[in-house]
């Protein structure tokens, strides 16, 4: 796998931007002043506030397994807070049948002082060629706002669910598994979150890796949580020993009731059985009325496992957006539940996807061969293939939107061989 601390800033966005007197250059994380202001714009660009020192010492230290890009005022020393943000590094993305190396994209920021003046653009931009450059197929990124990637091809491809349960309602009709849960501490729980995320990612297609800071703030071990004391940890272990769950949580007071609510910060869980065992100590908690927790696959069988379905409520909403760069290598890498024979038109206002594709699916695995424009099948834009490439989003319903042109034939057999066995999951925020 290619690092992408050693690919190049992207010339073209460095031009771009040198055109209003900025300069776009890699941060130097062995320059700790360098690090840090870095550090400190991104916090500013999301509106958290400043962190303490030993914050910015905790947390810098992570920023040097990415390839960290800010934009600065012209001639600035070193230490001065850029005026723009954003990170990379690649990562597997699961998708069906195996794994794609994906460019993922994050502390996207733009300073108050610098907004609405096509920053951000530059940054987006010079993030894609920047990928498309080292041969990476794929990009990704979640998002504060579902209005802003559009434009640069990405999608809403791995939709999840919000889901909160009154838990009185509800109640609980599953039968208890062979294994036992257990309370473990946080360093415990740090280590289960990692390992079992691991064996999860692979389990459903749209999951990335981890990384050691996001394990460490669900368990509430970095200096900057605010309520680390609240965070508690279980796992499952089944009847042999082996331990095949975890979830992170939080109880909390519900005012002047005496009864609380827990809140879920991270269920991982590689076997029904555990699933079932983790859910089933949340929902027969004594004094716990209500549970929330976000995040989960949209196929959560939750509502199986209680007495009344209409005490869990399950809110979907986008969360993994994803970006084809390389029609032909994105495809291939993922393998089909039907066979297909079609032609697609792909417009891709970057360049990057366009053309005419044949699409041919046999024995599960799929042959992209470009091909003239006069036998097309079916035309969308790079987001919509991207929307239906991790196999989570119906080209049936794309097409009843007006994304995807073609036959309602055409669009069903899409679905037949694109759609994942299990809904697809990004389980961390990035
Ligand atoms: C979102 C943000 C990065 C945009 O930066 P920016 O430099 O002002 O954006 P640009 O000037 O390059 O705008 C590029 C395009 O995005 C659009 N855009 C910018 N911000 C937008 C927003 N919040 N919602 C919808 N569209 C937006 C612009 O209208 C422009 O559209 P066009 O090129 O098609 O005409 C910036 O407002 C910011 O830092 N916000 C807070 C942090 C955040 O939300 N980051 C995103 C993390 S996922």
């Known amino acids: 796998m290619t690092d992408a601390r050693t690919v190049p800033v992207d010339p073209t ?73 954003v990170n990379s590094w690649i990562t597997p993305l699961t998708v069906p049948g195996g794994e794609v190396d994906m460019w993922a994209i994050s502390s996207v920021t733009v300073s108050g002082t610098h907004r609405r003046r096509g920053i951000a653009r530059a940054l987006l ?41 009154d838990t009185r309602r509800a109640g609980w009709a599953a039968p208890a598994p062979a294994g036992r849960v257990e309370y473990i501490d946080k360093e415990t729980l740090k280590e289960h979150l990692s390992t079992l995320h691991e064996v999860a990612r692979t389990q459903r297609s ?40 975890v979830m992170a949580y939080k109880l909390s007071e519900i005012p002047d009731a005496f009864r609380f609510e827990m809140s879920i910060f991270h269920i991982s869980a590689v076997t029904p059985d555990a699933l079932t065992a983790l859910w089933g100590f949340a929902l027969q908690h004594d004094l716990v009325d209500k549970i929330s927790v976000d995040l ?16 869990v409520e399950v809110t979907v909403h986008d969360h993994g957006w994803l970006r084809i760069l390389d029609v032909p290598a994105a495809l291939s890498a993922r393998t089909y539940r039907a066979p297909l024979d079609l032609v697609l038109r792909v417009g891709d206002a970057q360049g990057f996807a366009a053309g005419a594709w044949r699409l041919t699916v046999t024995d599960g695995r799929a042959t992209i061969t470009p091909v003239a424009e006069d036998t097309v099948d079916i035309t969308l834009d790079v987001s919509t293939l991207s929307a239906l490439y991790a ?40």
Request: net charge negative; proline share 5%; charged share 25%.
């Open 125 to 165: 931009e010079g993030e894609l060629r920047a990928a498309a450059s080292a041969g990476v197929a794929i990009a990704g990124l979640t998002v504060s706002e579902a209005t802003i990637y559009g434009r640069y091809g990405f999608a809403s491809a791995v939709p999840v669910a919000k889901i909160t349960v």
């Open 13 to 85: 966005s460095v031009e771009r931007l040198a055109g209003q007197n900025l300069t776009y250059r890699m941060i130097d994380t062995a320059s700790d002043a360098d690090s840090e202001a870095f550090f400190r714009a991104d916090m500013r660009g999301f509106l958290d506030p400043d962190p303490t020192a030993e914050v910015v010492t905790a947390t810098t230290d992570a920023l040097k397994d990415r390839r960290n890009i800010g934009v600065f005022e012209a001639g600035v020393a070193v230490g001065t807070l850029p005026v723009a943000t």
């Open 391 to 430: 196999g989570g989003v119906s080209a049936v319903q794309l097409r009843a939107c007006g994304r995807l042109d073609a036959t309602a034939e055409a669009a069903a057999s899409l679905d037949d061989a694109f759609r994942a066995v299990e809904a697809p999951l990004l389980g961390i925020w990035y």
């Open 206 to 245: 749209g999951q990335i890796a981890g990384w050691d800071m996001r394990w460490d703030r669900v368990a509430g071990l970095t200096p900057d949580h605010p309520a680390p004391a609240a965070v508690r940890g279980i796992r499952y272990l089944d009847e042999h020993g082996a331990v095949r769950g």
């Open 296 to 311: 989960r696959p949209i196929d959560d069988p939750l509502p199986w496992l209680v007495n009344d379905r209409r005490g």
